[in-house]
């Protein structure tokens, strides 16, 4: 692109300065290779976005904001540029990493062996161009003073060209992992959306991400009897989720935690849901038997354009998943569920949990794939009550998409276990579900419960409040084993 330049004119770009013929303004673009050795010296580049910072105050009374960029000569570590200026609205407001930046009269400089260049705001000037996926050659945002060229919609076709061929940012690179990869204590760069942010009690972001995948299954290794000491919410997480926002998550594919401290300032930007981003550098690790994500203090988070390549991909394996009934069913239950329950509603639609806790109606009845995560009470002996004889057992049933209660009880207890066999029969089917595999008693030992069919159905407590008093019964299901 630039190789054919004579060395006059790119003296003249080394010193900022411009062609002038008639009422056009020419400006010499420098690849980012060349810049590099043109310290001090007011360069005009033409690049790519790679990260973008958020804004703050200077050691003075300005604003400050950092971007990296890149382009073909300089594509691997990115280029800061420091922007300066008296209030934020005058700084670059960047929609998307990808997305391509004009810079006029910015100054090259290197310190401590680092190269960088500034963005000064008395002679420096920029233009904001939507990525790779844009058609259009106007800008969504330009500075004061800066002079667009005709040869301008040249390098953003250059530039537009090589994007839609190299995955910015190293997207998927070694590092990079789908929540269907993920290991405890693995560092690891997930790109994924936002559906939801809250703040702990303890003054931490909560993030909740879903990228379509489904999370690996867990052995669970928390004691059972500490099951009955817990309260009975319906939907089993430390944070009360509205039904409107349980509304907005997808019908399939794990909802992940991912915890983050303040010092993340682009956490606020996320308020409302709906941004799709790479979070670097981030570790998964086990919280009460589930999944947890966190952002360490050397991670990252990028905002990502939803015309992404990867963002694209992902939604198009989540459209064609929803719309195959195989699909939509846990990853690891393929290719099919276990064979220790069976069930008499067998022409029920298939359902995942989330699709049972978003269903428009507060009764309604389902056939879902899940696995008995803890019971209370689980030894054969308690599971019927000393006083009436009848079962009165609550499960805590998980798929890929969330967890719920649900209670067996009286008639269905007995369909359940078939009548009312001894406790060591019990005790030998409640290990069953329970994945316990080395005998009964042994609470420590890590359990991998199996996947099995299971019939549900809702009902209320309170006809006066029928939402927030909606609980779960199993019906229709017999344990065979």
């Known amino acids: 692109m630039e ?10 770009v080394l010193e900022g300065e411009t062609r002038t013929s008639g009422t056009s303004t020419e400006y010499f673009y420098l690849p980012l290779t060349d ?21 703050r105050r200077s050691r003075g009374t300005d604003y400050v904001l950092t971007l990296k960029i890149r382009d073909q000569s300089y594509s691997a570590l990115g280029l800061s540029v420091n922007f300066f200026a008296e209030n934020t609205t005058k700084l670059p407001h960047v929609r998307s990493t990808g997305d391509i930046i004009g810079l006029h009269h910015v100054v090259m400089k290197i310190h401590n062996g680092e190269f960088y260049c500034v963005y000064n705001k008395r002679f420096s000037s920029f233009a ?28 953003l076709s250059q530039l537009r060209t090589w994007l839609l061929n190299y995955l910015h940012d190293a997207v998927l690179n070694e590092y990079s992992l789908e929540l269907n990869r993920i290991k405890i204590g693995h ?22 991400v879903w990228d379509g995948t489904d999370t690996p299954p867990i052995s669970f290794t928390m ?54 981003v790479k979070l670097c550098n981030m570790v998964c690790e086990l919280q009460s038997d589930m999944w947890k994500g966190v952002l360490q203090p050397s991670s990252k988070i990028h905002l990502l354009s939803d015309q992404d390549d990867t963002i694209l991909h992902r939604l198009k394996m989540y459209n064609d998943r929803i719309t195959s009934k195989p699909k939509c069913q846990p990853f690891m239950s393929f290719p099919q569920p276990s064979d220790i329950t069976d069930t008499d509603f067998r022409h029920a639609a298939f359902a995942t949990l989330m699709d049972s806790l978003t269903h428009p109606e507060v009764t309604h009845r389902c056939k ?32 890929p ?14 369909y359940f276990f078939g009548g009312y066999p001894t406790n060591d029969e019990l005790a030998r089917k409640m290990n069953m579900l329970l994945g316990i595999t080395d005998g009964a008693g042994q609470v420590r030992a890590a359990r991998d419960p199996p996947w099995a069919w299971c019939c549900l159905k ?24």
């Open 401 to 414: 998409t969330t967890r719920i209660h649900a209670y067996v009880y009286r008639e269905d207890g007995e």
């Open 128 to 155: 904001l161009f939507e990525g790779k996926t844009a058609e259009s050659f106007s800008a969504y945002q330009t500075s004061t003073g800066y002079k667009a060229t005709d040869h301008d919609n040249e390098f």
């Open 458 to 481: 809702s009902y209320y407590l309170d006809k006066n409040n029928p939402w927030e008093t909606r609980r779960y019964r199993i019906f229709a299901t017999k344990l065979t084993g």
């Open 35 to 55: 810049a590099l050795k043109m310290i001090n010296a007011k360069v005009n580049l033409f690049a790519s976005v790679s990260e973008i910072r958020e804004p």
């Open 3 to 12: 190789s054919s330049r004579s060395p006059a004119k790119k003296a003249r």
């Open 223 to 276: 004691e059972l009897d500490n099951e009955g000491k817990t309260p009975s919410p319906l939907h089993v997480e430390e944070f009360s989720l509205s039904r409107e926002v349980l509304h907005a998550f997808p019908r399939v594919g794990t909802v992940l935690r991912v915890f983050a401290n303040k010092y993340f300032k682009e956490v606020p930007q996320l308020q409302g849901g709906g941004h799709w």
């Open 187 to 208: 560092c690891f760069d997930l790109i994924c959306k936002v559906l939801h942010l809250c703040e702990t009690s303890n003054s931490e972001w909560v993030l909740f």
């Open 368 to 399: 879902c794939i899940v696995r008995v995560a803890a019971a209370y009470p689980w030894r054969g002996e308690d599971l019927r009550s000393p006083v009436d004889g009848h079962y009165r057992i609550r499960l805590t049933l998980e798929d």
